[in-house]
């Protein structure tokens, strides 16, 4: 049985001499979604993932072990909407991120939203380089209303970019991981 562990929200940052404060938030909202990842993956398969440390960029997110192989994995986040978002992190978004759940939100159905913020996401990491050599994406849904089995309806029409740098994909169908996790065939 899965332990459901404690969500970690970023904190609310008002002025730039919380920059860095902003950034140890990220660094732990990545950490926890590696975790989230790591006790699901290593609840399903034989070999076990180990978390080594979070990274700085130009490599991905966090670094883990995987049969004394390092593997790096970029982590991203699944919204709905910008009021979605605000909501689950607590702060402001950029102007980039608005824009982008502005879009969205114009999509008639739930299944497009989710489909249409999937390939977002995917596109946009699949043009990111990395200095790794071998690199995982996985993908943390905080949208409330998606998970593993909704991602899995739309997974044969997810479309990305050929060139992506990613050994593998995944994606968390919820914050804990309850609902499952998706892979997404990179080949």
Not at 45 to 58: G, S
Not at 120 to 126: T, V
């Amino acid at each position: 049985m899965r332990t459901t562990r404690s969500v970690f929200i970023p904190s609310n940052h008002q002025n730039s001499a919380s920059l860095n404060a902003s950034a140890d938030d990220k660094a732990a909202w990545e950490r926890q979604a590696a975790e989230v990842f790591i006790q699901w993956y290593n609840e399903k398969f034989e070999d076990q993932l180990t978390f080594i440390r979070n990274n700085q960029p130009a490599k991905p997110d966090v670094s883990c072990m995987l049969n004394n192989k390092r593997v790096d994995i970029e982590i991203a986040h699944l919204y709905g909407t910008e009021q979605e978002a605000m909501s689950i992190l607590g702060k402001a978004l950029s102007e980039h991120t608005k824009s982008a759940l502005a879009l969205l939100k114009e999509s008639s159905t739930a299944e497009q939203r989710l489909l249409k913020a999937l390939n977002r996401i995917l596109e946009q990491k699949s043009h990111k380089h990395y200095d790794s050599s071998h690199t995982w994406l996985v993908i943390r849904n905080a949208h409330p209303r998606w998970n593993a089995e909704k991602i899995k309806a739309v997974g044969d029409k997810i479309v990305f970019s050929q060139s992506h740098p990613f050994e593998q994909i995944w994606i968390v169908g919820d914050l804990h991981a309850q609902s499952g996790v998706v892979r997404i065939p990179v080949e």
